[in-house]
């Protein structure tokens, strides 16, 4: 089986974390099965803007997970701030495909196989209501210092709930993916994508 020159991929996509070419399906990785022709076909292909990726700090579970990397990879002005890679993103029976054209019009991929998953939300940028808990800011008035109280919270919540459940043009519905590095340091990392539609996000957590 044919596997991809290094030479070929985007160091933005790759550096040390990439996986081993050897790990990966020898057919996604052969121009000659691309999306134009006949071959293999994905569970799922949506056309994204890939955003980057981060190491979740706080906790690394469940929503809460990815709470900590959105807010930092996702401009609150929302989409039309946004700087990332336009890309493909493809789901398989084996794990999700990542692809896109660099300045020198080749093509790059990268795989991320199934079982590096732990955890993948469709979710939406939305400001709820503060609770009585949360301070912000912080002014020092006659030597005490005095707390705001945070009347809008900024969260990223499933598309099915009641707050994100409206579409936005601002701001449009995410994909977050947290998946184990399968080389170096094996940690957990955070991957976030802008996609189109509510149907394209949903398709791709299921």
């Not at 990785?29 to 691309?34: E, Q, S």
């Not at 707390?147 to 459940?165: E, G, I, K, M, T």
Request: aromatic share 6%; proline share 10%.
């Amino acid at each position: 089986p044919r596997n991809i020159d290094p030479r070929n991929i985007d160091p933005r996509m790759v550096d040390p974390r990439m996986m081993d070419p050897r790990m990966m399906d020898p057919r996604m990785l052969d121009p000659r099965n691309g999306p134009e022709e006949e071959g293999p076909t994905p569970i799922c292909r949506c056309r994204v803007l890939y955003l980057g990726s981060l190491v979740p700090h706080v906790t690394k579970d469940g929503l809460q997970g990815i709470q900590e990397p959105l807010k930092e990879l996702y401009p609150e002005d929302g989409a039309l701030g946004a700087k990332g890679i336009d890309s493909w993103l493809s789901v398989w029976s084996n794990g999700f495909l990542l692809e896109n054209v660099d300045e020198n019009r080749k093509k790059v991929s990268r795989f991320f196989p199934i079982d590096s998953l732990h955890y993948c939300a469709a979710v939406r940028y939305v400001q709820v209501p503060g609770t009585s808990g949360e301070k912000v800011g912080g002014t020092v008035m006659s030597g005490h210092v005095v707390y705001a109280l945070r009347s809008q919270v900024q969260r990223f919540l499933p598309l099915d709930s009641p707050f994100a459940r409206n579409p936005n043009i601002n701001h449009p519905p995410l994909f977050a993916a947290i998946l184990r590095r399968t080389t170096g340091i094996t940690v957990l990392e955070c991957h976030v994508f802008i996609c189109k539609r509510e149907t394209a996000a949903n398709a791709l957590v299921r």
